[in-house]
Nanobody, 120 residues
Framework: QVQLVESGGGLVQPGGSLRLSCAASGFTFSNYIMNWYRQAQGQERELVAGIARSGAWTNYADSAKGRFTISRDNAKNAVDLQMNSLKSEDTGAYYC?????????????WGQGTQVTVSS
């Protein structure tokens, strides 16, 4: 059974930091590009950061560049998102996403999300 379980969300003041973690199971983690998405209330889900299967490249939304860092540990089947200098506009539900193939079949998996609220 495929599972993506996010943790680390919470309430933080502007300028603060949070580290989100995603624990994956049920699929070959190293075959999948891993992403973090954010969905603010009333808005569409948007890509925040992504990382290659090997970790060789990363990409970030313009709003996240210089403040967020995505990393992965294929031995632990985990992907993290370190978020610094948080702003109120970073508020939203953060979702872990896996995109890749198993047995030649393209799959996409989602976690249940973890809420991040940036407020004073």
């Amino acid at each position: 059974q495929v599972q993506l379980v996010e943790s680390g969300g919470g309430l933080v003041q502007p300028g603060g930091s949070l580290r989100l973690s995603c624990a994956a199971s049920g699929f070959t983690f190293s075959n999948y590009i891993m992403n973090w998405y954010r969905q603010a209330q009333g808005q569409e889900r948007e890509l925040v950061a992504g990382i290659a299967r090997s970790g060789a490249w990363t990409n970030y939304a313009d709003s996240a560049k210089g403040r967020f860092t995505i990393s992965r540990d294929n031995a632990k089947n985990a992907v993290d998102l370190q978020m610094n200098s948080l702003k109120s506009e970073d508020t939203g539900a953060y979702y872990c996403n896996a995109h890749g193939t198993t047995g030649g079949i393209l799959n996409e998996y989602w976690g249940q999300g973890t809420q991040v609220t940036v407020s004073s």
